[in-house]
Nanobody
Framework: QVQLVESGGGSVQAGGSLTLSCRFS????????MGWFRQAPGLEREGVAI??????????DYAGSVKGRFTISRDKAGNSLLLKMNSLKVEDTAVYFC?????????????????????WGQGTQVTVSS
């Protein structure tokens, strides 16, 4: 059974930092594109960042709203996905989800979205106050 479990969310003041972690279990394709998404109340789920496998070059891609502030990476053991968030803004407040595809997938720059991912974590709340 595939499980993705996020952690690291919380409340922080604007300008602060948080690091989210997503631990995978039972997932057979760690060498694939993986991503972070977020959903604010009343809004659709939106992509935050993706990272391709090291074998395919490890390309990362970010939503314009987080570029330069957020960094996606994998831990050295290769079984967790990380999202370091700096200079947080009030508009970053949302539930953050990690996601993985149902088969090995390469995410092209600007060409990825929720439709590319079939496995999702339960989400972790990030609240940024002014």
């Amino acid at each position: 059974q595939v499980q993705l479990v996020e952690s690291g969310g919380g409340s922080v003041q604007a300008g602060g930092s948080l690091t989210l972690s997503c631990r995978f279990s039972g997932y057979p394709y760690m060498d694939t594109c993986m991503g972070w998404f977020r959903q604010a109340p009343g809004l659709e789920r939106e992509g935050v960042a993706i990272i391709n496998s090291d074998a395919s070059g490890g390309m990362t891609d970010y939503a314009g709203s987080v570029k330069g502030r957020f960094t996606i990476s994998r831990d050295k053991a290769g079984n967790s996905l990380l999202l370091k968030m700096n200079s947080l803004k009030v508009e970053d407040t949302a539930v953050y989800f990690c996601a993985a595809p149902e088969r090995r997938t390469y995410c092209s720059r600007g060409g990825w979205g929720p439709r590319n991912f079939g496995y999702w974590g339960q989400g972790t709340q990030v609240t940024v106050s002014s």
